[in-house]
């Protein structure tokens, strides 16, 4: 069973828009962090990271097993040291209003990992690849009431444009 948050705010960004100032302490980042293509066997510590977002992990194995196979789909890990400590799910979908974009999609550090400039560095991972497969549009679906996410989204350079409505399909 999923569970919604009900009505979520949508920001967009347009990538070529978009920019991103590293400072020293995100130049340290890159260093000693990298970011790499998730691979099966990551499974564990993705459930692990996941459920750090939702209480739900019932579909975290089916889910990811899809997203790896899925062609317009990307899942990637942040790794310190050889530890995986965040991950991002973001895929490309085509609108006839919006063209090309890039959907951010379950963006998590491990909370031990937090307020290091480690989501902004996995934002900005995806931004650059949007960039460079040139995309029209960055696309991240937050729940209204996370006005911390908010801000984060924000100061990465997306903006507030418009809400977004789910249905949740029960099935038996």
């Known amino acids: 069973m999923s569970s919604c948050s009900g009505l979520v705010v949508l ?4 990538p070529v ?5 590293s400072d020293n302490r995100n130049e340290h980042i890159d260093r000693i962090c ?21 209480t739900d992990v019932s579909n975290v194995d089916r889910d990811f097993t899809l997203l790896l196979n899925d062609v317009n789909a990307k899942c990637y890990i942040l790794e310190e040291k050889g530890t995986s400590i965040g991950m991002v799910i973001c895929y490309v979908r085509s609108s006839l209003s919006s063209g090309k974009n890039m959907v951010i999609d379950d963006l998590v550090i491990d909370h031990q990992h937090r307020r290091r400039g480690l989501g902004s560095l996995m934002m900005q991972h ?7 497969e040139g995309l029209d549009c960055v ?3 937050c729940s209204r009431s996370k006005s911390e996410l908010h ?9 507030h444009r418009m809400r977004l409505y789910s249905l949740i399909i029960e099935h038996a």
């Open 34 to 54: 990298s970011i790499r293509n998730a691979h099966a066997d990551d499974a564990g510590r993705i459930k692990e990271l996941y459920a750090q977002l939702s």
């Open 17 to 21: 828009e978009s920019s991103y100032m």
């Open 126 to 132: 995806c931004i650059d690849l949007a960039k460079a």
């Open 151 to 159: 801000r984060f989204y924000e100061g990465m350079g997306l903006k």
């Open 139 to 141: 696309e991240v679906a």
């Open 11 to 14: 920001l967009l960004a347009n």
